[in-house]
Structure formats: C-alpha cells, structure tokens
Nanobody, 125 residues
Framework: DVQLVESGGGSVPPGGSLRLSCVAS????????MGWFRQAPGKEREPVVT???????NYADSVKGRFTISKDNLKNTLYLQMNDLKSEDTGMYYC????????????????????WGQGTQVTVS
C-alpha cells in the first residue's frame, strides 16, 4: 500500500522557518510526480510546489524564493524547506504522489492525486 507520512509542522512567528518531511513507501517513489499542497480553513486545497520524476521543480508564485522542495530518492523522503514564513502560509500541509500528465503547480489539481499523507499543521502567527 502507498503510504506518505509527513512531519515537521509547528507554530512559528512571521519570518520563521520550518522544514517538512514526507517519508514515502509502498510505491516506486522516483516514478511519481510529488507535491506539497496546503489547505487553509475554508479554502480549497492548493498546490504549493511540485517535483517531477526528473527533478524539475515548480513553485506557486506566493512561495517562490522562500520555499525549497527536495527529495532523497535513497531515503524515499520528500522535503519542504520553508523560510521567511508569513501568516498567509498558515494551513495544513500535505504531501501527495501521483502519475500525472504534467507535473507543475499550474496544471495539477488536488483531486488528480490519489495518494496523500495525513497532513501536518503549519501556523504562522
């Protein structure tokens, strides 16, 4: 079974940093589009950043220059380094994996992904 387990969320003041991790198991990790999504209360789940099978990354405009996605294929682990956090970054963060046509934030939608972690809360205040 596909399993994605996130960790690393927490509460930080504006300008702070957090590093999220997502350990994947049960599938060929390197063959999937991986992404970090977030969902604020009352809002739709949105893609924050994606990383394609070849390592190509794509960021939402709101996080460019502040967030960095990376993955360690040997450890089957996806990371999200978040710096200079803002209050609008508050939300539940999920990692997700799927085989999609185009792996980029401009193309993917949350409902195309069938494999999700349980989420980790990020609060910036």
């Amino acid at each position: 079974d596909v399993q994605l387990v996130e960790s690393g969320g927490g509460s930080v003041p504006p300008g702070g940093s957090l590093r999220l991790s997502c350990v994947a198991s049960g599938f060929t990790y390197s063959s999937y589009c991986m992404g970090w999504f977030r969902q604020a209360p009352g809002k739709e789940r949105e893609p924050v950043v994606t990383i394609d099978t070849d390592g190509t990354t794509n960021y939402a405009d709101s996080v460019k220059g502040r967030f960095t996605i990376s993955k360690d294929n040997l450890k089957n682990t996806l990371y999200l380094q978040m710096n200079d956090l803002k209050s609008e970054d508050t939300g539940m963060y999920y990692c997700a994996a799927e085989v999609v046509g185009v792996c980029s934030v401009k193309h993917v939608r949350w409902y195309e992904f069938n494999n999700w972690g349980q989420g980790t809360q990020v609060t910036v205040s």
